[in-house]
C-alpha cells in the first residue's frame, strides 16, 4: 500500500488534561504543514510523540465537550471548530488544534482560524487517519482513528522520540521497519466521548527499548489505562490484522467495549538517552571501572547508583539488529580486548572505530521477557558473560564466553536514572 509523505510531529501528556507540548521548534501556527521536511516510508509511517497533554480531557468529558470544537461538523466550518473561543482563545488549546489537524488532515491540507485577537493561524495535516473531518462531520470511526493517533503520540516527559505506527488507515497502513524493532504497543479508545476513553495494551516487546515517558519506563501521569490487566499482552486479547504481526484490526476495553481502529507502535533504542545494562543473575550493571574515561579500560559489574558515572550507555543502531554501545561518562565504544572473542577476553572501552567487536548484536530473549544477549558481530558464539564465580564480586570483569543460554549471559537494558 503506497503511503502519503509524512513529516515528524510531536505531542506529549502532562497530567490528566490534553494539553499539546509543541516540540522539536515546530511553530504549530505557522502556514502550512509544520515541522521536518517531508519523508516518504511505505508501507507504514514514522512519527516523533511528545504530546504531554491534550486540552479540553479529563475525566468525565471528552472533547466534544471542549466550547468551540463539534465532532458533528467540519474543522473548516464555523461550527466545527470556532474563530476566538473555546481551543482557539488560548495558547494551549491552540497547540491542540495543531495537533488535531496534522493527525486528522493528510499532507497539502490545513485550515486557517481567528485566535481570541482575531490574528490568523493556519494548521497543516500531516497524518491524515480522517481528511473527511475537513468538510463534514466526524462519526465514531473518524472519532476512534483520531483518538487512537493522539494517544500513539502520548510522551508524558514531553520527550521527542521517533516511532513507527501501524494502523487500518489507509494513510497508515500495515508493514514493518528494521530501524524500528521492539513491538510496544496499541492504543485506541474515543477521546470524544464523555467520559473520554483512552486505553492501551502491551506490545510483545513492550520492556525492549524502552523510551523515556513511554509505556514499559514506570510511566506516570499517562491519560490511558489497560483494560487487559497486568501481563497481558495485545496478541492474547486483541485480533491481528495479519499473519506478519504487524498490528491489530480491534481490542477490547472494559466491559463491552471493543474498539475496531487501533493504532500499533513500534520503537528502538532512543540513542541520547542513558541506559544501564544489568546481569538478570547477578543484578549488577556494566561500567567502566573506577568510572575510568580512559581508552583500554576493563568494563565490570557493580551495583548501580545514579552517581556512578562509568554505569551509564548510549545504545545506538548501526544496522538492523547490530548497535554500538557508548559509555556516557567517557565517549568510549563497548568492545573486546585486543579484539579477540576467546572465552574469558574481557570487556574493555574503546575509541570506537567500526571493528567487528565493537558492534553488537543485540537479540532479544523470547524465555525472558525484557532481557537480551550481547555478542560481537565478530562471532555468533561469543557472548557478554558474567562469571560464574564472580555473580556476587562487586566490581568482577565482565568477558565474553560461548553462550550456553545460561542467565548470566541475560541483559536489561533500562533506563539509567
Not at 36 to 63: H, Q, R, Y
Not at 151 to 165: F, K, R, V
Not at 227 to 247: F, H, Q
Not at 255 to 278: L, Q
Amino acid at each position: 500500500m503506497k503511503k502519503s509523505q509524512i513529516g515528524k510531529w510531536s505531542v506529549g501528556l502532562v497530567g490528566g488534561a490534553l494539553l499539546a507540548g509543541v516540540g522539536c521548534g515546530m511553530d504549530p501556527a505557522s502556514s502550512g504543514v509544520a515541522g521536518e521536511p517531508f519523508v516518504s516510508e511505505d508501507p507504514a509511517i514514522t512519527t516523533e510523540n511528545g504530546l504531554n497533554s491534550v486540552n479540553g480531557l479529563s475525566s468525565t468529558n471528552g472533547l466534544n465537550s471542549v466550547n468551540g470544537l463539534s465532532s458533528t461538523n467540519g474543522l473548516n466550518s464555523v461550527n466545527g471548530l470556532q474563530n476566538k473561543v473555546g481551543l482557539m482563545s488560548t495558547a494551549a488549546g491552540r497547540d491542540t488544534v495543531a495537533y488535531l489537524i496534522r493527525c486528522a488532515l493528510p499532507p497539502g491540507r490545513s485550515i486557517t482560524k481567528l485566535d481570541e485577537a482575531g490574528v490568523s493561524h493556519t494548521y497543516g495535516g500531516q497524518i491524515g487517519v480522517a481528511p473527511e473531518w475537513e468538510t463534514a462531520g466526524c462519526g465514531t470511526s473518524c472519532q476512534e482513528l483520531v483518538s487512537a493517533c493522539l494517544l500513539a503520540h502520548i510522551n508524558t516527559t514531553g520527550q521527542h522520540i521517533p516511532l513507527w505506527l501501524d494502523g487500518d488507515s489507509p494513510n497508515v497502513g500495515w508493514g514493518q521497519s528494521t530501524s524500528f524493532p521492539f513491538q510496544e504497543g496499541s492504543f485506541y479508545g474515543n477521546l470524544f466521548t464523555s467520559p473520554p476513553k483512552a486505553y492501551y495494551c502491551d506490545g510483545k516487546d513492550f520492556a525492549f527499548g524502552v523510551v523515556p515517558g513511554r509505556i514499559g519506563a514506570t510511566q506516570a501521569g499517562a491519560p490511558y489505562t489497560n483494560p487487559l490487566g497486568t501481563n497481558v499482552l495485545c496478541k492474547y486479547r486483541c485480533t491481528a490484522a495479519n499473519t506478519s504481526g504487524d498490528g491489530f484490526s480491534s481490542c477490547p476495553g472494559y466491559g463491552a467495549d471493543k474498539f475496531s481502529h487501533v493504532m500499533t507502535v513500534w520503537r528502538n533504542f532512543e540513542p541520547a538517552t542513558a541506559y544501564k545494562i544489568c546481569n538478570r543473575s547477578s543484578t549488577k550493571c556494566l561500567g567502566a571501572v573506577g568510572s575510568s574515561k580512559t581508552s583500554g579500560a576493563q568494563i565490570g559489574q557493580y551495583t548501580y547508583s545514579s552517581s556512578l558515572a562509568g554505569a551509564k550507555w548510549n545504545v545506538i543502531q548501526v544496522s538492523p539488529g547490530k548497535y554500538k554501545v557508548v559509555n556516557v561518562n567517557s565517549g568510549l565504544a563497548l568492545s573486546t580486548a585486543g579484539g579477540a572473542v576467546a572465552d574469558g577476553t574481557a570487556l574493555v572501552q574503546l575509541a570506537y572505530s567500526s571493528a567487528a567487536t565493537q558492534i553488537w548484536s543485540v537479540k532479544s530473549m523470547a524465555d525472558t521477557t525484557g532481557f537480551f544477549t550481547m555478542m560481537p558481530s565478530s562471532s555468533t558464539t561469543a557472548a557478554a558473560t558474567v562469571p560464574t564465580s564472580a555473580l556476587s564480586t562487586e566490581g568482577a570483569v565482565v568477558g565474553v564466553s560461548a553462550y550456553f543460554m545460561g542467565d548470566y549471559q541475560k541483559w536489561a537494558f533500562t533506563l539509567a536514572n
